[in-house]
């Protein structure tokens, strides 16, 4: 038999950590677009927020131009909003490029950024495998016990996401269309988009995660349950138990915390959304507009949009 104490260290409780209401997981979410049954065995604080993963956007609805057509709507795709978030910075114009299925992306040599997230993706499953089998050996069937019950509402959580983040309404097709738009973030952010027009819109209309069906709520609030569970049944663990899940959630949160700042791409419904370059920056807005208005051929997105005021033959005046 294993001695599961540590003389002049005492561990209780350490599912607490598990209630942690942190978003990592939630943003690992918004960056595959989806989930995979792969992440059951990835244990981190903030299980029981995977589904507030339509919220990473911060409440934004940014406002979209079409350089090629001169419609103006907004994205309503929070996973693309989030995205465009990150790689936009004030002042500075950004440009990505929405890749289809068929179009190949290049991983970026064997230590890029997201090889490197890969890496610690694989790390953080491995984790979890490795804090198993010593929890086995020790004999720990509490510490077990609370391991499965994590692992199960990840589990839940995951096949909810999977069954709200699948293809809907986009739209009708518009094959071959390239299409080039602008969008205007908070905090002057502004991020060039440009693809087919099909693939655009796969990843800025529609819904990326429709509304939790009367049974998917129900299984969600059984998974937060089974955390708090976890939490409260951790103290009947030995402090060698306890020790190993403190461990496995901390250590697990930080690989994915770094999987999630090393990812340099948005995957969703078979597209890819990626940065093409550093953003450019600007002295004004108008110095942007201008330049964009020059290379579409047309000024009606940017007069839509509110970025320049229309000629005067244009203009209509309001009589009281």
Sequence with gaps: MFNTSLSGLRLEASGLLALADLRTIAYRTALTGSASFLDILFLAPGIHCQQAASEVHGGEYPTIGAMTTGYVFRVENEATVNYLQRVGEPGHLATVDVAGPKDAISGGGLFSKDTLASICYLCGIALTIAVVALLRVIGDWWALGVVG????????????????????????????????????????????????VDDIKVVTSGQWLREE?????????????????????????????????????????????????????????????????????YTRRLDMVEELITASGRDDWAIAMGLIVPPKEKAQKVTP
């Design 149 to 196: 019950m994590l692992m199960l509402a990840r589990s839940l959580n995951v096949l909810v996401i999977k069954q709200r983040s699948r293809l809907g309404w986009k739209g009708i097709p518009e094959p071959g269309v390239r299409g080039d738009l602008l969008v205007l973030l908070s905090q002057d952010r502004w991020v060039r988009i440009r693809g087919l």
């Design 213 to 281: 069906t009367t049974m998917e709520s129900f299984c969600v609030s059984f998974a937060t349950l089974l955390v708090y569970s976890s939490a409260a049944l951790a103290g009947n663990a030995s402090t060698v138990g306890n020790l190993l899940i403190a461990c496995l959630l901390l250590i697990s949160v930080a690989l994915l915390g770094a999987c999630n700042a090393l990812t340099s791409r948005l995957r969703m419904f078979g597209r890819t959304i990626s940065l093409e370059g550093k953003p450019k920056p």
